[in-house]
């Protein structure tokens, strides 16, 4: 796993190029505590992962260290996939994945975690699992369904295809296709967007989106209120209603 930090946006790179960025226990295990790191660290405000290499952000979780695993030894694999999956969801800052080719099996539930996707145009995206005798056990028969609806992720889960980054964009699975190589830097943009806005209204967005998902309707509505409510307890609503009647950038 690669760090890197630069100007309030860390760069996270899963860094097992010779397998296409599987992933196995040891990877999610670091990829959790670099979040974690990067969650208390009050410098950083965005976080953007990839992959290394130009071939494949995560062409899935490693095969090869699940052939012989028992279902209790899967029960436990699952289980650290999807809590270092779900501290994405319960980030305060949001998450940019940068899928820089294959995002297959646990590669697309990484992504589908991460709050905001951008495709390279070669980037292949599916949840191949159902060819290998297994469902997706990262979040992927969930998360799939909430971004894209049921009728599409049982298309993806149940033939296990592959679509391109074309076919991902007209089916909301990936929100920009950008040229070959520019994934990142696409990325960076985006993160440049996120980071001349209020901290605490980005933070409170994410998380009364996230929230609002698996409630009612009315029950995310109050939930809004409440978030809506609590902005004005905070400095950056003055700064930011302020500058803008005063014709000038706000400070954040
Ligand atoms: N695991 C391990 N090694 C992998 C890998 C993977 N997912 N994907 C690729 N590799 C390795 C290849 O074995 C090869 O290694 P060597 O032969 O060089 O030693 C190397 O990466 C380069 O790959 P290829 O030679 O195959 O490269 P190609 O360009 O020909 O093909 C490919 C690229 C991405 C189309 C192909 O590698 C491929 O199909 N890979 C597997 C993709 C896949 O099926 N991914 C889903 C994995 S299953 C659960 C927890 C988690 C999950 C499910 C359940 N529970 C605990 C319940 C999640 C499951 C998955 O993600």
Do not use: W
């Not at 290499?53 to 490693?62: I, L, R």
């Not at 599916?126 to 369904?145: A, D, K, N, Y």
């Not at 998380?207 to 109050?222: F, K, M, T, V, W």
């Amino acid at each position: 796993m690669l760090t890197e930090k630069d100007g309030g946006v860390a760069l996270v790179t899963v860094n097992r190029p010779q397998v296409l960025n599987a992933l196995n226990r040891e990877v999610l295990l670091k990829l959790r505590k670099v979040l974690e790191e990067l969650e208390s660290s009050p410098d950083i405000r965005v976080v953007i992962i990839t992959g290394a290499g130009d071939k494949s952000f995560v062409a899935g979780a490693d095969i090869a260290g699940m052939v012989e695993m028992t279902p209790d030894d899967a029960r436990e694999f699952s289980r650290l996939g999807h809590e270092t999956f779900g501290f994405i969801d319960a980030m305060t800052k949001p998450v940019i994945a940068a899928i820089n080719g294959y995002a297959l099996g646990g590669g697309l539930e990484l992504a589908l975690a991460c709050d905001i996707r951008v495709a390279a145009e070669n980037a292949r995206l599916g949840q191949p699992e159902v060819g290998l005798g297994i469902i997706p056990g990262f979040g992927g028969t969930q998360r799939l369904s909430r971004l894209v609806g049921p009728g599409r992720a049982k298309d993806l889960i149940l033939t296990g295809r592959t679509v391109t980054a074309g076919e991902a964009l007209s089916m909301g699975l990936v929100e920009y296709v950008v040229p070959q190589g520019e994934a990142l830097s696409f990325a960076r943009r985006v993160a440049s967007q996120i980071l001349e806005k209020s901290p605490s209204a980005v933070t409170r967005a994410k998380s009364a989106i996230n929230r609002g998902l698996d409630i009612p309707l009315e029950q995310g509505l109050r939930l809004e209120e409440e978030e809506f409510s609590l902005c004005f307890s905070h400095p950056d609503q003055k700064e930011g209603m302020r500058a803008f009647l005063e014709k000038r950038k706000p400070r954040y």
